[in-house]
């Protein structure tokens, strides 16, 4: 079962506007990381950031957390249509002594040129 | 530094057949997860290892099966494949301690026919 919902399920953008991207969850978490998809292949790891945090930033990202609300939000900068991908984000709901991944349904990003 | 290698990239089988995919986890990391992220969804957790044991199951049943070796690199093996088996598979390898991030394969697109 997937942990949370993203919003939006698609986003089109002009190169070099903003992109931001929504995440909520359900559950107490130990972190959130965001992850970009390329054409159905691997995943790239793009920032991580711990329950105790509120914002963080990474080059063009800065992603937000807000453990009340439950949800998180990852801000794209200035993109380019190399940012053209999924989004997942991904809880860390550390249980016992496993620690696992639960992945949103993704937002797909077009940058258009 | 190497990253995590998956194989083999692409792979056809026949209902009923098995299937055995491989993984070589990141330099360094000694737990390794699987995930099945089926066309258009998020990644699943099928299962992670940690010291050659199986350290964590999501909602996948017996017939999908792992192994960790020593050099930590890992298995995947599903049995009596079904039609809905046919998605793309992902290795992703971290450190014990999972607020550092996980470090994923390019995925082993699986096709069951």
């Known amino acids: 079962s997937q942990q949370g919902e993203e919003d939006p399920q698609a986003l089109s953008i002009q190169e070099g506007e903003n992109a931001t991207m929504n995440c909520s969850y359900k559950t107490s978490i130990n972190n959130l990381q965001w992850y970009r998809q390329n054409s159905g292949r691997g995943l790239v790891h793009l920032i991580l950031?711990?329950?105790?945090?509120r914002e963080k930033h990474s080059g063009r990202l800065r992603v937000t957390l807000d453990t009340s609300k439950k949800s998180s939000s990852l801000l794209i900068t200035a993109s380019r249509a190399a940012d053209t991908a999924s989004y997942f984000c991904?809880?860390?709901?550390?249980?016992?002594?496993?620690?696992?991944?639960?992945f949103g349904q993704g937002t797909t990003l077009q940058v258009k040129p | 530094e190497t990253g995590v290698t998956q194989s083999p990239t692409h792979l056809i089988k026949t209902r009923g057949q098995q299937v055995t995919l491989r993984c070589s986890s990141q330099s360094g990391h000694n737990t390794v997860s699987w995930y099945q992220q089926a066309l258009g969804q998020g990644p699943q957790f099928i299962f992670q290892?940690?010291?050659?044991?199986?350290?964590g199951r999501g909602n996948f049943p017996p017939r999908f099966s792992g192994l960790q070796f020593p050099n930590y690199s890992s298995e995947l093996n599903v049995n009596a494949l079904e039609l809905d088996d046919s998605a793309l598979y992902l290795c992703?390898?971290?450190?014990?301690?999972?607020?550092?991030?996980?470090?994923f394969g390019s995925g082993t697109r699986l096709t069951v026919v």
């Open positions: 991904a809880t860390d709901s550390y249980s016992g002594n496993t620690g696992k991944l639960i």
């Open positions: 950031i711990r329950s105790n945090e």
């Open positions: 290892y940690y010291r050659e044991e199986e350290n």
């Open positions: 992703a390898s971290s450190w014990y301690d999972s607020n550092y991030g996980y470090t």
